[in-house]
């Protein structure tokens, strides 16, 4: 279809991605090049992530570039996943919401693609601000690199399944080893100690190994055994002693039951359901404490909840 204008000098022939450069020579043939920078540079910046314009053709990129501007009105949108097949876009809304009185003491908003943990700050800005601490808190295991695991106080409990420990080939698993904090001595099953530090890994002696009847059920490494000693290892190894045990358990029912309430119960004792998990803390002015949950959850009406 032809419309009667006048193809600026520079432009090419070619559809979509190409027309761009023809448009941005073009503006800047007639206000200068920073002028015509600022009013193509979202339609640039879209160009660059999809297709690439370096060869005869333009071409579509292969993969997504990093970091992907998905809304030209709002550069700070992204696109976000869930899980393999559950997508999201646009924000996520980070909750603390307390299990008995279904108050809302923190929240957080961070974009789709950022990492759960980086809403921590905020969190804890609104906890502040609302005068409580938190004395429980119940999280999936993507809070636990969040700052407020990290460096927690002593009278803080983590409530979070544990991570599945690894057992190669059928051989010894690190929950078969002996973790001895106080002394700092790991213990192999078939009885050596070899000291340890947190965030550093323990190596057997090649020796020791070669010669050990469990040889077999342990490594196949002619280096001997080595294994890693997590920075935050006292926590994981409580979390999995928690596990074993049915009370620790029942922590961990109560918050997979709340993220899966909406809209609040009688009891008040609900929570959106999102990512960012239970939690319980206290008033600074409250003589118990109370229930808070922690959830994220995309910034929208309240979602449909399915099993």
């Given at each position: ?24 020579a ?20 879209v ?6 314009v ?8 292969r993969?997504v ?14 696109h976000g996943?869930?899980?393999r ?25 961070t974009?789709?693609?950022?990492p759960?943990?980086s ?14 601490h938190?004395s429980?808190l119940?999280?999936?295991?993507a809070c636990?690199s969040?700052?407020?695991v990290?460096d ?12 599945r420990?690894r ?6 698993a690190?929950?078969q080893f002996t973790?001895?904090?106080a002394?700092g ?7 050596v ?5 947190a965030?550093?890994?323990?190596r ?5 190994c ?5 040889r077999q ?11 890693s ?8 190894a409580?979390?999995r002693?928690?596990?074993q045990?049915p009370d ?5 029912r109560?918050r ?9 119960s ?5 929570a959106a359901p999102?990512?960012?998990a ?15 949950t922690s ?6 009406p ?6």
């Open positions: 279809m032809r419309t009667g204008m006048t193809r600026p000098p520079g432009m090419r022939r070619w559809p979509g991605c190409c027309l761009l450069g023809g448009v941005e073009f503006t800047a043939s007639q206000y200068g090049d920073a002028a015509a920078a600022a009013a193509v540079a979202v339609a640039c910046q160009r660059g992530q999809d297709a690439g370096t060869g005869p053709v333009p071409a579509l990129r993969g570039a990093k970091d992907r501007r998905i809304s030209v009105e709002d550069s700070q949108v992204r996943r869930k899980s097949s559950v997508l999201s876009g646009g924000y996520e809304r980070h909750i603390l919401r307390d299990l008995d009185t279904g108050l809302v003491p923190a929240v957080g908003i974009a789709a693609n950022a759960e943990a809403v921590t700050s905020d969190i804890a800005a609104d906890l502040g601000a609302a005068g409580r938190l429980e119940h999280i999936d295991r636990l969040s700052a407020l990290r927690r106080g002593p009278d803080l409990a983590i409530f979070c399944k544990a991570w420990v057992n190669t080939g059928g051989r010894f690190k929950d973790l001895d904090f002394a001595q790991l213990t192999c099953p078939a009885g100690t070899m000291p340890f530090q965030g550093t890994t323990v057997f002696p090649a020796g020791t070669a010669g050990c009847p469990l059920r342990c490594t196949a490494s002619s280096h001997g055994r080595s294994m000693i997590h920075p935050d290892e006292t926590l994981l409580e979390l002693r928690r596990q045990d620790g358990r029942a922590k961990l109560e997979v039951a709340v993220e899966h309430a909406w809209p609040t009688g009891t008040g004792r609900a999102a990512t960012w239970p939690a319980r803390t206290c008033s600074t002015c409250a003589a118990s404490p109370s229930s808070t959830t994220s959850s995309p910034v929208s309240p979602p449909t909840v399915t099993s």
